[in-house]
């Protein structure tokens, strides 16, 4: 498979700020260019990897609101969510196909020279391959099961060894705080569920990965942490209503709301150093585990 490189996917932002340019928090300046589009010069830089409708663009949002230049990187950055966010947000929007060295090499590149050096980043990416959904172990495709694992546990070793590298070669701040990795995982990180080996196994492996870094890196100022979703994400559509695309409807909070996931990604990148967690198990009140 050839690798596909990083891309810059956004309009120049245009120089000076107009009247009734408002502040931010963090140095944040939200500004309309004369078209319509959102403007912003911040100074923390936020990544999110893998881009959708839902936890990929709460997270985006909040990062935004909260004062952070914000970087979203998928393989199809012309997904319309990801075109509203770089309007209404200025949330730049990169290609890069995460089970690739070489191009999410060429992301975290792309982003330092051009944003910053990231201090939060969130492997955002499910990873199953089409085929392979509720497969029986005697029925599943070898090479899908191996496609489900480079696109979840091998990407988010990858998108992880960068943060890292970038991280490292930085100062930590005055708290002692170099940066954040956050893991967005599955019940399946916990629970091998039946006709779901192919998962299981990507979904294991990517815990594994974020408790070896975090054992490893944050002695040394990292903040990893891994957030297993134990539940369907019913994100809001256009109507108002939430919804899963095979759990239906949300009704009395029964499914996650992607907008309070991304309130807990934002308090794990802000919590003080004295009280890391590194493991935060996220479900509706009333799922059954």
């Known amino acids: 498979m050839p690798t596909q490189t990083s891309k810059r996917w956004w309009r120049p932002q245009r120089s000076g700020a107009p009247d009734g340019a408002r502040a931010g928090a963090g140095g944040r300046v939200v500004t309309k260019s004369?078209?319509?589009?959102?403007?912003?010069?911040?100074?923390?830089?936020?990544?999110?990897?893998?881009?959708?409708?839902?936890?990929?663009?709460?997270?985006?949002?909040?990062?935004?609101?909260?004062?952070?230049?914000?970087?979203?990187?998928?393989?199809?950055?012309?997904?319309?969510?990801?075109?509203?966010?770089?309007?209404?947000?200025?949330?730049?929007?990169?290609?890069?196909?995460?089970?690739?060295?070489?191009?999410?090499?060429?992301?975290?590149?792309?982003?330092?020279?051009?944003?910053?050096?990231?201090?939060?980043?969130v492997h955002n990416i499910d990873g199953r391959a089409a085929g392979i959904f509720r497969k029986p172990i005697t029925e599943a495709d070898p090479e899908l099961a191996?496609?489900?694992?480079?696109?979840?546990?091998?990407?988010?070793?990858?998108?992880?060894?960068?943060?890292?590298?970038?991280?490292?070669?930085?100062?930590?701040?005055?708290?002692?705080?170099?940066?954040?990795?956050?893991?967005?995982?599955?019940?399946?990180?916990?629970?091998?569920?039946?006709?779901?080996g192919a998962f299981a196994i990507a979904s294991h492996g990517k815990a594994g990965l974020a408790q070896s870094m975090a054992r490893e890196l944050m002695p040394q100022g990292i903040h990893v942490a891994h957030v297993p979703i134990d539940g369907a994400i019913a994100w809001t559509r256009e109507d108002g209503s939430r919804e899963h695309w095979l759990a239906g409807q949300s009704k009395e909070d029964n499914m996650l709301d992607p907008e309070h996931i991304a309130e807990t990604y934002l308090h794990?990148?802000?919590?003080?150093?004295?009280?890391?967690?590194?493991?935060?198990?996220?479900?509706?009140?009333?799922?059954?585990?």
């Open 268 to 289: 794990l990148h802000r919590q003080h150093r004295s009280t890391w967690a590194f493991e935060v198990v996220l479900r509706p009140w009333v799922e059954n585990w």
């Open 146 to 196: 191996l496609d489900t694992i480079r696109n979840s546990a091998y990407s988010a070793f990858l998108v992880g060894q960068q943060a890292a590298i970038r991280m490292m070669a930085h100062e930590p701040g005055s708290d002692g705080h170099r940066g954040t990795i956050l893991f967005t995982n599955a019940s399946a990180a916990f629970k091998g569920y039946p006709q779901s």
């Open 34 to 121: 004369a078209d319509g589009d959102a403007e912003v010069n911040g100074t923390e830089v936020a990544l999110i990897v893998g881009g959708g409708p839902g936890v990929s663009a709460s997270c985006a949002r909040l990062f935004s609101q909260q004062g952070m230049r914000v970087a979203v990187a998928a393989r199809n950055p012309e997904k319309p969510v990801l075109k509203t966010l770089e309007k209404e947000y200025a949330v730049r929007r990169y290609a890069c196909d995460a089970r690739e060295p070489d191009s999410v090499a060429e992301l975290f590149r792309s982003i330092e020279a051009e944003l910053g050096c990231p201090r939060l980043v």
